[in-house]
């Protein structure tokens, strides 16, 4: 439990960080000096969200230092001042107080946006923000090569948020204006986000050749296939990115979908207009996403430190070998008699591999079913495919009575602590949304509602799932059983998210460039019920 609080107060740190430094720059390099038509106004609502990202990163800095005492006391007290004491402590306080300076600085160049003085200290402010990130990074804790870890991190760290950054505000301030009054700020947006990619390209290849070392370390470790991971949906975004900086630039007339029309942004077709901002918010989520995914993999140990517990390619092999799924599961009688059962600090019995391993094949059953009718429904020949929904009552009924068995199931563990277990929260949370899902879908497709707000459960349910999946935590103590396990979520969670960002795309499109996103989510669903199907934990 202590671990995911961390790991996910780290990530929402990243994200405030990453709209504190990308705003702060984007406000000061390229709003301001590139006088769009409401200069006054598109300033203030950057600087808004530079104040906001600020203080959103000095909050979770907060709960970072009180989790960590309270993980480390007792009943009777917390040793707060231990925690404070530490350099993980002192890191934290200087990284609190970083940020509400930020925070401040922002909000009085809100008042005086015109002063350069306080532009300056905002962009310090934000750098220094960033060195704060890097000194609470693997690099501190390296023997060698140490103060050269803190330095490119720092960099990477900084890249990562003027790009991440610059994209949600940029998405924003492109969803409240026309892309014509936007041009002035987009195409000087666009050339500092290509410095920023090409910063960051160079910062990742070090710190991986630093923390990774070898091409076994990156597919056989936790870290590594993060990283690798993380490469996917970096080329995702540089897909979205290049498309959009060409379509600004005028050099792509190939259809509404990469450009809508030659020329400048301001000569775009509505159509092509609709499509730029689209892929924007896309690209910004994507951002989002990965940043999140960037506070997973710095949780782990660095690949290059995990000798002994890294698994090969024969076990990798294996995992990903397609067997025939297992429909019959152990009984009830027999999980309680596994001594193993819910202690995370034994191996998994056989008994509670094959009952795992037996839920995610009945689920993948479920999935697959669903996406085949969503396909079969977009053909138009089968109007009834459209209550495809209500299959996802039967799978939440499913994963309620399959999950976690050592709690209601056996009685082995009180329903109050099995609840509060770190794996079963995580499975609790995602069967909320799978419920949520089931009843949103449901009222959309019936036609009852098919404008509504509710249409957009599917999309921002399964972007949430495929976060969960790609930052995943297991209480194993077996590193080796837990990244193996880890591995088949992955995938899982980069199928998804296909299917929720090319459904978002699909909704928020008009017809006919709606067509294509619209085509890809009903398959991608269908896929990750497929390796569901195949899922292996042995």
Known sequence: MISLMLLWLRAVGLVGQAVSIGGAIFAVAVVRPSRPSDPARALDRVLAFVTWGALLAAAAQVGVLVVLASAMGDDASWPLGAVLDSTVGVIGLIRIAVALAGAAVAHMLRRHPGSTTLGALLVSGGALLALTGALASHAVGRVDGGVWLVAVGALHQAAAATWVGGLVCAAVLTLRSNLAASESWLRPFSRLALAAVT????TGVALSLAYIASPAAAIGTSYGAMTLTKIVLFIAMLTMGALNHRALHGRLGTGSWLASGAGAAPD???????????????????????????????SAPPAADVQDQRASLAEIRSVFTPQWPRLQAPSLAELAAATALGDPSTPHSAEETAWSE??????????????????LERTGWAPWARHWPLLLIGLTGFVAWNMDPEGWQTGRIGFWEHLLGLEVLQHRILLALTALLAVAEWRV???????SAWRYVFPLVCIGAGILLLSHAHEVSNAKAAFLIELTHLPLGLVILVAGWSRWLELRLSPPDSNLPGRLWGPALTVFGLLLLFYRES
């Open 268 to 298: 775009l077709p509505p159509s092509g207009s609709l499509v730029f901002r689209r892929r924007l918010e896309v690209e910004a989520g994507l951002a989002i996403v990965t940043v999140f995914l960037a506070a997973s993999i710095g």
């Open 358 to 375: 037996f839920g995610h094949h009945v689920a993948g059953l479920f999935v697959v079913a669903m996406g085949v009718l969503a396909m």
């Open 199 to 202: 910063a960051l390209a160079l």
């Open 445 to 451: 497709r019936s036609g009852r509602h098919p404008d």
